[in-house]
């Protein structure tokens, strides 16, 4: 090669001899030009042969991700977990036995324990091709089997030399909505018809559970909410994340703005003032608990195991009882077993009963105010001694008041009344900039 370059060299001493110094230049332009020529190539690639072949290599393509996987080359099935069907059973038409199905399942074990997996959830089998000589027919070996836990996560199980499961998610997006408009129907029907939604009609009676009862709204009440949502792979997911509102009820404007500090999120009006009234913690004063919520109970009276699903508060006859809450008395009445007593809807998630009263101090469909006197201790029904058995309903099930983390009722601590307004401001803007009952955008489309 160093002879070439060499001979190759000496050809210039001989044509600067033979051409003057205009005619050399005229051909180191040709020349020029061809090499910028060769190196270009056409531009729109059309026709004949392309120079830039001889100096550089196409890119190589990106190869296709999915579940965190290089998904090229490999042969998918898929379908829904049907009802009944197991691990086992999805993965023994691909080969692998029960003795590595197992295996599998007990290495996931602390990760994701396969007997999670539901019926009409989706999966993914992938396999690679092989073939074990040239002339062999090709036949899969299962290399991966992918179980969507939910629209966000799903569940990644190696079939190879190593079985185990690791977890993924999704790539989220989030995109941001307004919906305003005037109570025609129901909240959830005129959400719907103006294309929002309907859940965020669900998001919206938590916002206002302590203000308003949605189940009593009515024609005439307005809204204008701000909202945010997760997408995942096109499709809303989850529920609507209300950020700020306005809901006009029986021409009373309630204002809501998200405000959330050390990440939990909580719903305040301008003056930062919380939307969510905390209960009280006991319904009657200097009173002691003497029973507890307990499913298993030995009844005092009854002798036999019997489900005690409240807490007795036991004070002297006569102690007034009060309305751990506002609400409505939905029954003020009588009966063997619980003597007298009465019942509060609070909102439509919470009631509180009050059982065993001496003397009754409301009636049915009288609005109460928290700590209101509703009764007096006593000990009518069945009862051993003077005390208040109170009951707890969220959902329309009985549960343990004492364990149930009830939002919290303070308002903006005063440390934190400017990042307050900032976040207000903030949530203003961003309404500002959406059109009401338009569809949803991305934050690159906000200025």
């Known amino acids: 090669m160093g002879q070439g370059m060499g001979r190759q060299r000496s050809v210039w001493p001989r044509l600067m001899t033979s051409f003057s110094r205009e005619v050399m230049a005229v051909a180191m332009a040709a020349v020029g030009a061809f090499l910028v020529l060769g190196c270009g190539g056409d531009s729109d690639g059309a026709g004949g042969s392309s120079g830039g072949g001889m100096f550089s290599a196409p890119a190589e393509p990106e190869p296709t991700m999915r579940f965190g ?23 023994d038409p691909a080969g692998i036995g029960p003795g590595r199905v197992a295996t599998l399942a007990a290495n996931s074990r602390k990760t994701w324990d396969v007997r999670y997996m539901k019926a009409g959830h989706r999966w993914w089998l992938a396999s690679k091709t092989v073939r074990d000589s040239a002339d062999a027919e090709a036949r899969l070996v299962p290399e991966w089997f992918i179980y969507e836990r939910n629209p966000k996560d799903y569940a990644l199980f190696s079939l190879g030399d190593t079985l185990g499961v690791r977890l993924g998610s999704y790539p989220v997006d989030t995109v941001y909505a307004r919906a305003q408009g005037t109570i025609e129907n129901s909240l959830y029907m005129d959400f719907d018809k103006a294309g929002h939604p309907t859940n965020l009609a669900v998001a919206m009676a938590s916002v206002y559970a302590w203000t308003i009862d949605f189940s009593r709204v009515q024609k005439g009440d307005t809204y204008d909410v701000t909202y945010r949502r997760e997408v995942v792979n096109g499709t809303p997911v989850g529920m609507p994340v209300v950020l700020s509102s306005i809901f006009t009820h029986w021409d009373r404007p309630m204002e809501a703005y998200r405000f959330e500090n050390d990440g939990i999120g909580g719903y305040f009006d301008l003056e930062g003032g919380s939307l969510q009234k905390v209960f009280l913690k006991a319904p009657v004063e200097f009173s002691r608990i003497s029973s ?25 006859t006569g102690t007034p009882i009060v309305a751990v809450g506002d609400g409505v008395v939905t029954k003020s009445s009588y009966t063997s077993g619980n003597g007298k007593y009465v019942k509060i809807r609070h909102n439509s998630t919470y009631e509180t009963q009050y059982l065993h009263m001496s003397k009754r101090a409301v009636k049915e469909g009288q609005h109460v105010k928290q700590n209101e006197v509703i009764g007096y201790v006593g000990q009518t029904g069945l009862a051993t001694g003077p005390h208040v058995c109170f009951r707890f309903w969220k959902n329309g099930k009985q549960i343990d008041h004492l364990r149930e983390e009830f939002p919290p009722s303070d308002p903006i601590d005063a440390g934190l009344q400017q990042a307050f307004a900032d976040e207000v401001t903030l949530l203003e803007g961003l309404k500002d900039q959406l059109e009401p009952n338009a569809k949803p955008i991305s934050p690159d489309a906000l200025r």
């Open 69 to 91: 996987v290089v998904w090229d080359d490999l042969v998918v099935d898929s379908g829904k977990v049907k009802s009944g069907q197991s691990l086992s059973h999805l993965l």
């Open 292 to 316: 507890r919520y307990n499913p298993k109970r030995y009844h005092p009276v009854l002798k036999k195991v019997k489900g005690h699903f409240g807490t007795d508060y036991a004070a002297p």
